[in-house]
């Protein structure tokens, strides 16, 4: 009785957090319509075939089918997505929350201030992806830390399921076990250490976990028409490089260089931006390396090594926050064991609390626009679509989408930049989002009009493409269109799409931190023989195709 008493009397601030906490994080997730990442998963654990859940669609997602076989069972039995979902990483980040807040060996108000972080509540909360275990398996790997010689098994295991779960999850506990062998060599001479090999149990379960993360990629491997092994790469591997080992640790805690939707490799972020954020990264690395003890130093570089490793072949945006997880890790574990903040010369430890607060106050404030941008835009109107086509009674007309095309989905890059490629007849603009929220495939030309409500990242060479316009052109011409089409060159006609008239809006916000990087605007257009039989004005949106990306910051 007594501990119990002891837990309500101190713990008091905790218990108000975590309350809060769990208040705002589901009323940010009612107001939160989901992106492109969550519909596509839900919609590959519920329409794939077992057998490409487990056998082909990793090779195009880049991470273990676990996170789907997770989902398959709301998915498959008929659970609303609003629910099935969400339910198993809101589990996570409850408990991941709850473990910051009370377990974590930090001040009070950094405990407080964690959870809330840009990446631990929004990026890896709020958003349905399977980071949000990486998140709660990382924690629990933290606090058995101070016992895995005593018990290798129960840590060795959590680092195996770090590589069930995602790519970047393999990369972090590679890197962990790596030092975690150094810090074995340090125990002991080399003959000691060779002797041993055979009989310390440690080495026999690093070695299974080396077994299991080489399966983990055998599966993940990306096919030769992946996504991932086509990029046409823009940006250089020099100033890649500069910003991942600088500008990187900036842009996870205080700027915001990195924030377009494309992979790293095929953006051109200017070097003045990224030598400025490379100065800042400098000022991260000297906190961290001031702040965690010289011994826990390989705990931070090892997994960031090996992380960046990976983000050279493939990095989108949201990963800038798995450093954030590498850094919770080694802090937590140096603090743990009483060694973390050595810094004895009062002005450069008044300095590095400074530092600290400033990026917690700049994380924190990330998540507050970013919740403002959830509330006030959707990032993919679905509900407003279905809504306008059963207004019209279109939900049964002959339905195309238009496909990631060179002509227009290139336009956001400058001339000189842009790509020599056919057409990607595989990547169906709106074919996931519309399905999502439809239930169903509305389109035709759309996993060529099956079951199937996922987009498989398969990169179009100049014969799929003209195979697929063939299959098309029998199906004859669409009678409402989903976004501006090169038609001519599907049908062999000249000036096609002249003869439909665009009769819906379509915008689409691409929410970031404490911005909206783009806009991005497309139409519904009907055929012309169609307006006035569907209760249509001719010409209602005076719009001029192709699709263009807005500018759109000071929203």
């Known amino acids: 009785m007594s501990n119990i008493k002891k837990f309500f009397t101190d713990w008091c601030v905790e218990k108000t957090v975590f309350v809060f906490y769990i208040l705002f994080l589901f009323w940010t997730i009612s107001i939160h319509e989901p992106w492109f990442d969550e519909m596509q998963a839900w919609a590959i654990a519920k329409t794939a075939p077992l057998k490409d859940l487990l056998f082909l669609i990793p090779h195009y997602e880049g991470h273990p089918p676990f996170f789907h076989l997770l989902l398959a069972v709301p998915a498959r039995l008929g659970v609303p997505w609003q629910i099935g979902l969400r339910f198993a990483c809101v589990c996570c980040s409850l408990v991941s929350a709850y473990l910051i807040l009370f377990k974590a060996p930090f001040s009070r108000w950094v405990r407080c201030c964690l959870p809330f972080t840009f990446f631990l509540f929004y990026q890896y909360g709020v958003i349905a992806r399977p980071y949000s275990m990486l998140v709660l398996i990382l924690i629990l790997a933290a606090i058995c830390f101070p016992s895995k010689n005593a018990k290798p098994f129960l840590f060795t295991c959590l680092l195996g399921l770090m590589c069930a779960f995602h790519l970047f999850g393999i990369a972090i506990a590679g890197g962990m076990a790596a030092a975690w062998l150094l810090e074995i060599k340090d125990q002991q001479s080399w003959k000691e250490f060779f002797l041993s090999l055979r009989t310390d149990k440690r080495f026999h379960y690093l070695l299974g976990l080396l077994a299991w993360a080489v399966l983990m990629l055998v599966m993940i491997m990306p096919a030769s ?331």
Not at 263 to 280: D, F, S
């Open 225 to 555: 028409d992946a996504w991932a092994n086509n990029f046409q790469r823009i940006m250089p591997v020099w100033k890649q490089a500069i910003y991942l080992l600088l500008a990187l640790p900036a842009d996870a805690v205080l700027t915001d260089v990195y924030d377009e939707v494309y992979a790293l490799q095929t953006i051109n972020i200017p070097i003045g931006m990224i030598i400025n954020a490379a100065i800042v990264g400098l000022l991260v690395w000297g906190t961290v390396f001031f702040t965690l003890p010289r011994k826990y130093w390989k705990y931070m570089l090892l997994p960031y090594t090996f992380l960046i490793g990976v983000m050279f072949f493939y990095c989108a945006r949201q990963h800038i926050g798995m450093c954030v997880l590498v850094a919770l890790f080694a802090f937590w574990i140096a603090f743990a064991e009483g060694e973390g903040n050595k810094v004895e010369h009062p002005f450069i430890k008044a300095g590095m609390k400074i530092m600290f607060a400033f990026m917690m106050c700049m994380s924190l404030l990330w998540t507050v626009g970013n919740v403002y941008h959830d509330a006030k835009y959707s990032f993919f109107p679905g509900k407003e679509i279905l809504a306008f086509l059963k207004k019209h009674r279109l939900e049964g007309k002959h339905i195309m989408s238009t496909w990631f095309s060179a002509t227009a989905a290139y336009s956001i890059f400058q001339e000189s930049e842009r790509p020599e490629q056919p057409d990607q007849v595989n990547v169906t603009v709106f074919g996931t989002e519309i399905s999502f929220f439809a239930g169903k495939n509305i389109f035709f030309n759309f996993n060529e009009g099956t079951e199937k409500t996922y987009r498989l990242h398969r990169y179009s060479n100049k014969k799929i493409q003209d195979e697929t316009f063939a299959k098309w052109k029998e199906n004859g011409l669409p009678e409402v269109l989903f976004g501006y089409a090169d038609l001519d060159k599907v049908y062999g006609g000249e000036k096609i799409t002249d003869q439909y008239v665009p009769v819906f809006q379509i915008f689409i916000y691409d929410m970031w931190k404490l911005f909206i990087p783009h806009r991005y605007t497309e139409h519904i257009y009907i055929r012309s023989d169609l307006v006035k039989s569907h209760g249509f004005e001719k010409n209602i949106y005076k719009v001029a195709p192709p699709v263009v990306f807005v500018q759109n910051n000071s929203i």
